[in-house]
């Protein structure tokens, strides 16, 4: 059924002929059949059929017509080409400037609202945390009560030394022999002074446990 | 063990905006001198001075905290073993006057209920560049009942004063006993400590 009606519907536009004198960028791949039907008719007609020189001028004509709108359609698709091949140049360097342009704001994303950069080559960028700042100023601050008690006790051997030579602050350590400068600089005396450092450390130590 | 050299030891506190003289109203009050130089606190450092009051030698150990923001998570964890806070702002410096109701926010959470406070209003020598009337210092230091001085770390106006008054005001609620042998406790926190030395 469908068939026939195609046959009906050519025979109204005048046959398979009429494809040869569309425009080549009307043609569809039905109008090719139609033209490969018309040339392949007329050869059969050359090659068996009493010849005419109609036909074969008429052939000649076809074929002329065939390279016509080859030739059209050839020049007309290289056309097409050269014009993709400029579009696809133009948008490959869209595209490249797209992307240059979005390397700082994909930097951006990645960072959240708390979030800074550091530049790692700048000698002042913050290098230590808050604990281990706690931490230096802890013992600094120790070391200092340290020194306080220990300027303390040297202040108290001074006066006591001044006082009565025969007093010191502890009375195992001060001795008769000793005048208020040599108990200063006797080694006894520094070695007190450490091991009461040793033990100020100690006892504050355990303090903080 | 030889005989102690002070009865009490009270910790103090100083905080307030960056700027307002915390520095040097401690440094004036322990070493009685004044520096214009501005170095800015790092964290907490930390003076020690003894005075006597009513017959008891009181050793204060007197904590100075940084005012920058930055530092506000190592500062607080030292409220908590205060006895007494003054809190310090600048009479030329309205934004520091604005603050100290953050500042007194900032006790109630972090210092002993019973701590005892005190309002500063410091550099009140430049009287030329004073925003802060004296007046509205009272009036918030009434508001939140506690004792107000306006001082001069430069030109040593109220300093002693502050000091020897927030000492006496703990002493009043201290407790009458036999101090212990505590020695100096540095580290954060703690409480009431006695004091006894090792020699004299």
């Known amino acids: ?209 | 063990m030889a005989k102690k050299t002070y009865d009490l030891l009270f910790k103090l506190l100083l905080i307030g905006d960056s700027g307002v003289g915390k520095t040097c109203v401690l440094f004036r009050f322990s070493d009685d001198a004044f520096n214009t130089t501005f170095i800015s606190t790092i964290g907490i450092d930390f003076k020690i001075k003894t005075v006597e009051l009513q017959g008891k030698k009181i050793k204060l150990q007197i904590w100075d905290t940084a005012g920058q923001e930055r530092f506000h998570t190592i500062t607080t964890s030292y409220y908590r073993g205060a006895m007494g806070i003054m809190l310090v702002y600048d009479i030329t410096n309205a934004k520091s006057f604005e603050n100290i109701s953050k500042w007194l926010r900032n006790i109630d959470e972090h210092a002993n209920e019973d701590v005892e406070r005190m309002l500063l209003g410091n550099k009140c020598d430049m009287e030329d560049k004073r925003v802060v009337p004296k007046a509205k210092g009272e009036q918030i230091a009434r508001e939140h009942g506690i004792r107000f001085f306006e001082t001069s770390a430069k030109a040593n106006i109220n300093i002693e004063k502050a000091f020897l008054t927030l000492a006496e005001d703990i002493l009043r609620k201290t407790p009458v006993k036999e101090p212990n042998s505590e020695n100096v406790d540095i580290s954060s926190g703690g409480g009431v400590t006695g004091w006894k030395s090792k020699c004299c």
């Not at chain 1, 490969?36 to 074969?56: F, K, M, N, T, Y």
């Open chain 1, 1 to 209: 059924m469908q068939q026939g009606r195609e046959l009906q519907e050519e025979e109204e536009d005048g046959g398979p002929e009429r494809a040869l004198e569309k425009s080549p960028f009307e043609l569809t791949a039905a109008d090719v059949y139609d033209i490969s039907s018309v040339v392949g008719r007329d050869l059969l007609q050359l090659s068996s059929g009493p010849r005419g020189p109609g036909a074969l001028a008429r052939l000649q004509f076809r074929i002329v017509r065939v390279l016509e709108m080859l030739e059209a359609l050839v020049s007309e698709g290289s056309l097409a080409e050269e014009q993709l091949r400029l579009e696809r140049d133009s948008l490959r360097r869209e595209l490249e400037q797209l992307r240059r342009a979005a390397v700082p704001t994909a930097e951006q994303l990645s960072l959240g609202p708390d979030k800074m950069v550091i530049d790692l080559t700048d000698p002042n960028r913050p290098r230590f945390t808050l604990q281990e700042l706690r931490d230096v100023l802890q013992e600094r601050n120790q070391l200092k009560a340290q020194l306080l008690v220990v300027q303390e006790e040297l202040q108290c051997y001074k006066s006591e030394s001044v006082l009565s030579p025969r007093m010191g602050c502890k009375k195992d350590l001060a001795t008769n022999s000793f005048t208020p400068k040599a108990a200063l600089l006797h080694p006894l005396f520094l070695i007190y002074i450490i091991n009461s450092l040793g033990q100020e450390a100690t006892s504050s130590r355990h303090k903080m446990s």
